[in-house]
């Protein structure tokens, strides 16, 4: 069974600071990873989406690499503001279980002024 | 851009009650999905549907039934609504074409149930 794993669950960092965040999950064979954003009470956006055949993909300020093999994901924040506070959700799509997305736990990112 | 619409942000029901939430998407997607989002666990899929009439269960469909008559609306009814039912309720959609098509979520309903 897929499990995905989101480390830490809480960040708080002082702004313009460069941040990663962590994701993995137990089940190389997925087709594609996606990292979304949530902002309190809202939804889900998506920020990117990574194949299973890619390495990375960057989105202005955010760079989200995959290392299939080894069953990791991370994303960049470069130079954070206020703005990019939120929680932040990897999924995979496994290559079992049609277009179900197995989601992690979230890290809940604070950008202090 | 694509475009997730879920009928309600808030909505408050009592236990017993027949409750339906009202799903649209304007891609002409051929696959949407019902989730919840729990404190702790997390996102966990209800149902999701392939197309007009098709539905699939979730890992959690118990208490739960879909409709989707239409493409462009998936609708989820909790049949006899308990307080155990009390959760944010997402809206999700993609293209068929491809396994490397993102999912959109719409801005999600917070069901509560007295």
């Known amino acids: 069974k897929q499990e995905v794993t989101q480390i830490p669950a809480a960040l708080s960092v002082p702004e313009g600071e460069n941040l990663v965040l962590n994701c993995s999950f137990t089940?190389?064979?997925?087709?594609?990873l996606q990292w979304f954003r949530q902002d309190p009470g809202k939804g889900l956006t998506s920020l990117l989406l990574?194949?299973?055949?890619?390495r990375e993909q960057t989105s202005g300020r955010l760079n989200a690499s995959l290392d299939k093999s080894s069953g990791r994901s991370t994303l960049y924040i470069a130079a954070s503001q206020p703005g990019d506070s939120a929680t932040y959700l990897c999924?995979?799509?496994?290559?079992?279980?049609?277009?179900?997305?197995?989601f992690g736990q979230g890290t809940r990112l604070t950008i202090n002024p | 851009d694509v475009k997730v619409t879920q009928s309600s942000r808030y909505l408050v029901k009592r236990t017993g009650e027949k409750v339906f939430l009202e799903c649209v998407q304007d891609?002409?997607?051929?696959?949407m999905f019902w989730y919840r989002q729990d404190p702790g666990l997390g996102l966990r899929l209800i149902y999701f549907?392939?197309?007009?009439?098709?539905?699939e269960k979730g890992d959690i469909p118990e208490g739960y039934s879909v409709s989707r008559e239409k493409k462009e609306r998936f609708s989820l009814i909790l049949e006899s609504a308990s307080t155990n039912q009390t959760s944010m309720y997402l809206c999700?959609?993609?293209?068929?074409?491809?396994?490397?098509?993102?999912?959109?979520f719409g801005d999600g309903t917070r069901l509560s149930i007295l």
């Open positions: 999700a959609s993609t293209s068929f074409q491809g396994s490397n098509q993102p999912q959109h």
């Open positions: 089940d190389s064979a997925i087709y594609n």
């Open positions: 990574i194949q299973s055949s890619q």
């Open positions: 999924a995979v799509r496994a290559i079992q279980g049609a277009q179900k997305l197995v």
């Open positions: 891609m002409d997607h051929e696959n």
């Open positions: 549907s392939y197309d007009v009439k098709m539905k």
